[in-house]
């Protein structure tokens, strides 16, 4: 019986749809996240004084803003993709779902 409900999910076009659009969402907001820490990194590496730089005079240099940016967009893209996963995700689960009943 469970053979052939996962043949029969395997098969479904829905189910290869969620899985395209999944794996692209999911490697799109990887690179980004990679680009932004690793773009960090590097700027760290071979221009701190970049990082460095005070912002108005003040004790505060350049580097907690940015710092805290790549924190921030971080959260904000696990939000884009929660959002995508509740929304499209899940009602193409349900249907895939329904569909092997």
């Known amino acids: 019986m469970a ?10 076009p829905l189910f290869k749809e969620l899985e395209h659009k999944r794996s692209s969402l999911g490697w799109t907001l990887t690179a980004l996240t990679l680009v932004l ?3 960090f990194v590097l700027l760290v590496a071979f221009s701190p004084a970049t990082l460095a730089t005070p912002l108005d005079g003040s004790t505060i240099t350049l580097g907690l803003p940015v710092g805290v940016g790549i924190i921030l967009a971080s ?4 939000g884009i993709y929660v959002r995508r ?3 499209v995700f899940d009602d193409l689960t349900r249907r895939i779902k ?3 009943k």
């Open 98 to 100: 329904e569909n092997a």
């Open 85 to 87: 996963a509740n929304s």
């Open 3 to 12: 053979d052939d409900l996962v043949r029969k999910v395997l098969a479904d």
């Open 37 to 39: 820490y690793f773009g």
């Open 75 to 78: 959260i904000v893209l696990t």
